[in-house]
């Protein structure tokens, strides 16, 4: 199965990171007008790649969040994956 | 019409060494238009193709199928048929379905060895047997037939479940539902096949869909590997790739695809009549007419298209199982394997017309699509004969999404989500 990198670690099993849901753009601010369409775009709505994507995991081992970048049709060789904040 | 299957004719076949049957159905190449294309020959694109030229009188259809018939998911699942859900809009489609079934081998001359065992789950404390008498009211209340097992009643009926005091999962009594069962995968889409075939409907295997062409908002066909097929109607059933069919017709879809395993283990001599389930542990177990332990478990927890499951995963499966059975440990597993399903955050069904006219969607059915086959296939083809969608599946629309009308079947999707 796949490896993820993680930054503080180094290589690690998938077994290790919790799935935190794929990248996408940012939430609307508070206020924004919103429509019941843009409302379920936004919560519900996703792109479901099959190929590299851009994801969040948090190594639920060393408690950090991270982007990683996955092959979802391909689950060999390693995953980079880079801090989600700057340490 | 194909000659029908009796135990004449199978004797009749035995005299011959068995080399004269006719083929189930035939291998189609697909012409240039159609009215109605299918994308996907799994159990509800089939479904709906036999449902379209029974009911309906529709039969200029092509199932367009990338693979072959029963090769997908209709191909994967633990084959277990139930309708024990809360909410009554889920309960009135998957009873609809149950009944479609119970009387599916006659209706399709094929025999789909429905056996109705009834589906046991486990109550492992006070508090999970408190919440059963809450559901057994629900289901009662939604017409659904359920009843409550004391644990003494339940170690007679499966003595083989880990009732030991020092269990790590204490078994304090069961829910069941005695109308729920197991069918055999593959005969169901069989059956609907040369059902949906000897109507007029062509079956085109190996022919991938690449796209879905859309045009000023209205659907013209589909691209294939074997050229473009026009069609004015155009059914997605196709779970475990739906979000990428439907983005070629523009649409994206609240769907995220998990790997969801399940394995057996070599055949042995009869010893569970009814299909087992625990919450607790995730794992459940029935054992099928070969005499194999067919068990599922949860979901692998993170997106993919590999068709491929975790050791972890499997691990945590077959731990789960031993827990409830600890007599089963000295079996060794013969196969497992993962099938892609279709996450919804609501655990229920898309089934409506697509943002995109002439453009039917059928996904989203999670870790229990096998047993909503029948319903799925007859109320897709009514909405594809009527152009409306029926009353039954009205609420599954891709539009509750954005009303907020989720209808929460996480409970009852039993299957850790």
């Not at chain 1, 479901?48 to 969040?65: A, D, M, Q």
């Not at chain 2, 004797?11 to 009215?35: D, F, I, L």
């Not at chain 2, 059928?362 to 319903?375: D, E, H, S, V």
Request: aromatic share 8%; glycine share 10%.
């Amino acid at each position: 199965m796949f490896r993820i990198n993680c930054p503080w670690c180094g290589i690690r099993d998938h077994d290790e990171f919790t799935f935190g849901g794929e990248l996408r753009a940012h939430a609307p601010a508070w206020d924004a007008p919103l429509t019941g369409e843009d409302l379920a775009a936004q919560l519900f709505m996703r792109d479901n790649l099959k190929g590299v994507r851009h994801e969040r995991w948090l190594h639920t081992s060393c408690r950090e969040w991270l982007r990683v970048v996955r092959d979802t049709a391909d689950h060999s060789g390693v995953c980079e994956a880079t801090h989600v904040r700057a340490p | 019409m194909a000659a029908s299957y009796s135990s004449w004719g199978l004797v009749r076949q035995a005299t011959v060494g068995h080399g004269s049957w006719p083929r189930a159905w035939r291998a189609a190449a697909a012409k240039p238009s159609y009215r109605v294309v299918i994308v996907g020959g799994g159990g509800h694109g089939i479904a709906t193709a036999y449902y379209l030229a029974k009911e309906h009188g529709i039969t200029d259809v092509a199932v367009l199928e990338k693979g072959w018939i029963g090769g997908g998911n209709t191909g994967r699942n633990t084959t277990v048929v139930r309708s024990n859900y809360l909410r009554p809009e889920s309960a009135a489609f998957y009873d609809f379905s149950l009944r479609l079934y119970e009387r599916l081998t006659a209706e399709l001359n094929f025999n789909i060895m429905f056996s109705r065992r009834g589906l046991t789950t486990l109550l492992h404390s006070p508090h999970a047997v408190n919440a059963a008498w809450g559901q057994l009211n629900t289901l009662h209340l939604n017409g659904i037939d359920a009843e409550i097992l004391s644990r003494e009643e339940l170690q007679r009926r499966v003595p083989l479940l880990n009732f030991a005091p020092d269990a790590r999962f204490p078994i304090h009594g069961a829910i069941v539902q005695p109308r729920a069962g197991v069918v055999r995968h593959d005969a169901v889409v069989w059956g609907y096949a040369r059902g949906a075939d000897a109507r007029g409907v062509d079956i085109v295997q190996n022919c991938e869909v690449t796209g879905i062409e859309a045009r000023d908002g209205r659907v013209n066909g589909v691209h294939t590997r074997q050229g473009f097929i026009a069609a004015s109607q155009v059914v997605m059933a196709v779970a475990g790739s739906s979000s990428l069919v439907a983005a070629t017709a523009g649409i994206r879809l609240p769907i995220m695809t998990y790997p969801l395993q399940a394995m057996v283990t070599e055949p042995i001599k009869p010893c569970l009549d009814t299909v087992v389930l625990s919450p607790a542990t995730g794992s459940y177990v029935s054992q099928s007419d070969r005499g194999e332990l067919v068990i599922g478990g949860g979901l692998d927890r993170y997106p993919s298209y590999a068709q491929r499951g975790s050791i972890a995963v499997t691990a945590s499966t077959v731990a789960g199982l031993l827990e409830i059975f600890p007599s089963f440990s000295r079996l060794k597993l013969m196969r497992q394997w993962a099938g892609m399903v279709d996450i919804i955050a609501d655990s229920s069904p898309i089934l409506g017309f697509a943002p995109v006219r002439g453009m039917f969607i059928n996904a989203g059915w999670g870790t229990g699509g096998f047993k909503a086959i029948p319903a799925g296939g007859w109320t897709t083809a009514w909405s594809i004969a009527h152009q409306r969608e029926h009353p039954m599946i009205a609420p599954f629309s891709l539009g509750r999404f954005a009303r907020g009308a989720l209808i929460d079947e996480a409970a009852a999707a039993v299957i850790a989500h």
